[in-house]
Each structure stands twice: as C-alpha cells, then as structure tokens.
C-alpha cells in the first residue's frame, strides 16, 4: 500500500485516510436521514409526475437539469421517502470528499512545497470540506441535489484531467453540465490550476482548449432549449446584469462573513438589495476586491493560497454574477467553493511545525464542524423545526415567519400558526402571503402557502 509522508513524519496510508473520511461523514450525516421534504422539494419531486417514473421522465426531455432529474427518479423509484433521497446524496458527498482527497494529494507537492505534512495537509483539506456545516444544504435538503451530484461530477473531471484522461474528464464534464449548468466554470478552473502550478497562461489554454469546446456546445444546445431561454428573460426581467452585480456583493459578503466563517447557516438569510451603495456595501466591495488581489498576487509565492482563494470566487460566479437570481444568497452556492477555503485550512494545519499541536489543531476544527453539522442535519427533520430555526436566524424576514406559520397551520396548530402569521405581517405589513394565510386559517382551502 502506498504512503505519503512528510520529511521526518510517519506516513499516512492512502487506505486509512480513505476511512477517516468516510467515517466521518457517515458520523456527520447519520442525523440527515430522519430528514422530511422541505420548501422546493414538494415541487421538485413530491408532487412533480415528470419524476415519479422513467416513462414521465423521458417524455419530460429534453428539459433542464436531465441528469438531476434522472438521479430523483431513480430515488423516487427505489424509496419514494426522504431518507432515500438524502442517502443517495450524503453518499455523493462522501465520493466528492473523497476525490478531494486525491486530488489535494496530487496538488500539494506543487502548490504548497514547503508543506511538511502534504499528507495530513490533504486529509485536513477533505475532511473540512466533508464537515462544513454549510454542505447540509446541499446534501440534506433533496432540492440541494443538483448541486451535490454536479459538483462530485466536477472533481471527478478535474481528476481524470490530472490522470490525463481526456476523454473521461469530457465525458465526466459534460455529465456535471448535465446534473448541473454552473459547472461552466471547469474549463477556467483547469487554467487556474496550470497557472497556479507556474505554467504560462497560453500552455494553460491550450490544455484546457478541448473542455472550452465542449462548453461552447452546451452553451449552443442550451440556448436551443425553450426553457432556459425562459429563465435567461425572466433573471432579465427581475434584475439587471449591472444590477446583479452590484446586488452580489452583499451576497457574497454574507457567504462569507456567515456560514464559511462563522458558521452561522440559514436556511433563508435575510439579505437585502441596498437601494444605493452604503458604507457596508463599500466594505463588502473593497475587501472583496482586496481578497481577489491578494488570490492573484500570492499565485507566485504561495500559489496554494492564490488557488484556493481564486477556486472560492470562481465557483461563486456562476450564482453571484450578472445572471439575477431570486434570493441573493443560499448556503449551499458554498458547496463546490468551499474546496479552496478547505485547502488553504489543510496546508495551514499541515504547515504547523509542531506535530502535536498541529494535529491537536485539526482534530479540533474537524470535530466542532462535525458536531456543527450533525446538529443543523436535526433541523431538516421537519417543515416546522426548519423554520423554528430560520427564524431565529432571521428574525426580521417575513418570507420566514409566513412559511413557519404554514408549518404550523398544516400541522393542525392554528394558534401558533396564527402567530406566526401576524409576526410575518409586523415585519412587513404589505405582506400579502401572510395576509392571506392568516384570513385562511378559518377556510384552509384558500391558503396560498408558503413562499
């Protein structure tokens, strides 16, 4: 069995740093399978027809997202209940930990040579991606599904890439394109790489060239497709492309600040369109700009740092760019671009010169991000405690007070959902959801829901 070890330290063996990772994400995810359908999910797949056969599904294509589409079909045929849903995700997320793994292992030697521990450096690196608490989202709520299944595509492609299996990497590419359209940024991810290794950017382009084609013709076949024109109008209609742009630095901002940083995950953050550019928006911009100028500046010296800095906001583009989207921010945009965050904790960990206290370190991070994520799976077990936890996290939105309310009323709980109602109607009193609900609650079968 082969090893990796730093000089002087004993090696870790590729087969247990496999179990270690596999392990703890099974620790971590064993609380998701008590999970319920959540928001979307009833749309997307409990009462959607085009997924609840393969006949229905191949009369639904072509369509968007066929590859996710297949995955909830196969789910649905296989279980039909949440638990299966969410199995056959925690196991994608477990492969795409994984990949991670092998891919952290090839690129540390050049990313980061002065690393004394490129082995535990790369197992840092998967395990707090696999950990995160941000990764629930994706993995435990099944409308994540999209997000979890192109991005273990995405790792595969880049591993087949570094295994110089074109082929396969197109072929894992277009798949990720499949389950997924942001996976349009792989081609520039593959440029990162090359150039982060100190190869010249036209070499990097020329690698990269066949994967550029390939997403010229999705490009082409997508806007063939009725129904991706129809979105491409309708984020056109709600925002312009300046617009986006200058909405996402708040997003982006509170990506960072609250789940990759802090920890503080929502299921529907309370994040605003600032009517004009404030103090705070001026912060967001400059530090953002400042974080990708250091990304750019540090790919010389320490092109680990610049790699995983630049992966981070590559990976946010396609969700945070002039395409309007209609919440400015979600926590599981994080899933993919947490790879360079985590990368840059595994060499910073792997970098501690004192052997003990650098494993006594990454113990510590991977067990409070694993007991962090094993809590938040608790709170997908029903529509109710997800909610009773958005609120809490923000208070001051009424989209998460109406939508609790209706937990409550579909539970039988009148008075509470009463409650809630009038709580979503305080906070903003032109609310017509709630107001509707809350007239509802003695006819239910006028009650719009959630929103």
Same mark, same amino acid.
């Not at 968007?64 to 196969?74: D, E, F, G, M, N």
């Not at 090839?106 to 980061?112: D, F, I, S, Y």
């Given at each position: 069995?082969?090893?990796?070890?730093?000089?002087?330290?004993?090696?870790?063996?590729?087969?247990?740093?496999?179990?270690?990772?596999?392990?703890?994400?099974?620790?971590?995810?064993?609380?998701?399978?008590?999970?319920?359908?959540?928001?979307?999910?009833?749309?997307?797949?409990?009462?959607?027809?085009?997924?609840?056969?393969?006949?229905?599904?191949?009369?639904?294509?072509?369509?968007?997202?066929?590859?996710?589409?297949?995955?909830?079909?196969?789910?649905?045929?296989?279980?039909?209940?949440?638990?299966?849903?969410?199995?056959?995700?925690?196991?994608?997320?477990?492969?795409? $930990? @994984?990949? /991670? =793994? +092998?891919? #952290? !292992?090839?690129?540390?030697?050049?990313? *980061?040579?002065?690393?004394?521990?490129?082995? &535990?450096?790369?197992?840092?690196?998967?395990?707090?991606?696999?950990?995160?608490?941000?990764?629930?989202?994706?993995?435990?709520?099944?409308?994540?599904?999209?997000?979890?299944?192109?991005?273990?595509?995405?790792?595969?492609?880049?591993?087949?890439?570094?295994?110089?299996?074109?082929?396969?990497?197109?072929?894992?590419?277009?798949?990720?394109?499949?389950?997924?359209?942001?996976?349009?940024?792989?081609?520039? $991810? @593959?440029? /990162? =790489? +090359?150039? #982060? !290794?100190?190869?010249?950017?036209?070499? *990097?382009?020329?690698?990269?060239?066949?994967? &550029?084609?390939?997403?010229?013709?999705?490009?082409?076949?997508?806007?063939?497709?009725?129904?991706?024109?129809?979105?491409?109008?309708?984020?056109?209609?709600?925002?312009?492309?300046?617009?986006?742009?200058?909405?996402?630095?708040?997003?982006?901002?509170?990506?960072?600040?609250?789940?990759?940083?802090?920890?503080?995950?929502?299921?529907?953050?309370?994040?605003?369109?600032?009517?004009?550019?404030?103090?705070?928006?001026?912060?967001?911009?400059?530090?953002?700009?400042?974080?990708?100028?250091?990304?750019?500046?540090?790919?010389?010296?320490?092109?680990?740092?610049?790699?995983?800095?630049?992966?981070?906001?590559?990976?946010?583009?396609?969700?945070?760019?002039?395409?309007?989207?209609?919440?400015?921010?979600?926590?599981?945009?994080?899933?993919?671009?947490?790879?360079?965050?985590?990368?840059?904790?595994?060499?910073?960990?792997?970098?501690?010169?004192?052997?003990?206290?650098?494993?006594?370190?990454?113990?510590?991070?991977?067990?409070?991000?694993?007991?962090?994520?094993?809590?938040?799976?608790?709170?997908?077990?029903?529509?109710?405690?997800?909610?009773?936890?958005?609120?809490?996290?923000?208070?001051?939105?009424?989209?998460?007070?109406?939508?609790?309310?209706?937990?409550?009323?579909?539970?039988?709980?009148?008075?509470?959902?009463?409650?809630?109602?009038?709580?979503?109607?305080?906070?903003?009193?032109?609310?017509?959801?709630?107001?509707?609900?809350?007239?509802?609650?003695?006819?239910?079968?006028?009650?719009?829901?959630?929103?």
């Amino acid at each position: 069995m082969r090893a990796l070890r730093g000089p002087g330290l004993r090696p870790v063996r590729e087969r247990t740093a496999r179990f270690v990772v596999i392990g703890a994400v099974a620790l971590a995810f064993a609380t998701a399978l008590g999970a319920a359908f959540q928001f979307d999910d009833f749309h997307l797949v409990a009462r959607n027809a085009d997924v609840h056969s393969w006949a229905a599904w191949a009369a639904s294509m072509p369509g968007i997202r066929p590859l996710t589409k297949a995955s909830l079909t196969l789910s649905w045929t296989l279980a039909g209940k949440p638990a299966g849903f969410v199995a056959f995700s925690v196991l994608c997320h477990a492969a795409g $930990a @994984l990949l /991670l =793994l +092998e891919l #952290a !292992r090839r690129w540390l030697p050049e990313l *980061a040579p002065a690393c004394p521990r490129a082995a &535990f450096a790369a197992l840092a690196t998967a395990l707090v991606f696999a950990l995160h608490p941000a990764q629930t989202e994706a993995v435990t709520y099944v409308a994540g599904r999209s997000v979890v299944l192109s991005g273990v595509l995405y790792l595969a492609a880049l591993l087949a890439f570094e295994r110089a299996r074109t082929a396969t990497s197109l072929a894992l590419f277009a798949l990720a394109l499949a389950a997924r359209e942001t996976a349009w940024t792989l081609p520039f $991810a @593959l440029v /990162l =790489l +090359e150039t #982060a !290794r100190g190869h010249a950017l036209r070499p *990097a382009l020329r690698g990269a060239a066949p994967h &550029f084609g390939l997403l010229g013709a999705a490009i082409v076949a997508m806007a063939a497709m009725p129904a991706y024109r129809w979105l491409l109008q309708a984020s056109l209609a709600h925002r312009s492309p300046g617009e986006s742009v200058f909405a996402q630095v708040e997003g982006i901002a509170y990506l960072v600040t609250h789940p990759l940083l802090t920890l503080r995950v929502n299921f529907d953050p309370d994040v605003a369109v600032p009517s004009a550019p404030d103090l705070h928006w001026w912060i967001a911009a400059t530090a953002i700009a400042a974080a990708m100028g250091v990304g750019f500046a540090a790919l010389r010296r320490h092109p680990w740092l610049g790699f995983g800095i630049l992966w981070f906001f590559l990976q946010l583009a396609p969700t945070n760019g002039p395409i309007a989207r209609y919440d400015l921010a979600n926590d599981r945009e994080l899933y993919l671009a947490l790879a360079g965050p985590a990368l840059i904790a595994g060499v910073a960990l792997g970098s501690i010169r004192r052997r003990l206290a650098g494993t006594i370190a990454a113990l510590a991070l991977v067990a409070a991000l694993g007991v962090s994520t094993g809590l938040r799976n608790l709170d997908y077990a029903s529509e109710i405690a997800l909610w009773q936890a958005t609120v809490q996290a923000s208070p001051g939105k009424a989209r998460a007070w109406n939508n609790l309310g209706y937990a409550w009323q579909q539970a039988g709980d009148a008075d509470r959902a009463r409650a809630a109602y009038v709580r979503a109607l305080l906070q903003d009193p032109g609310y017509a959801r709630a107001r509707i609900n809350l007239d509802a609650l003695s006819a239910p079968q006028e009650a719009v829901g959630v929103d």
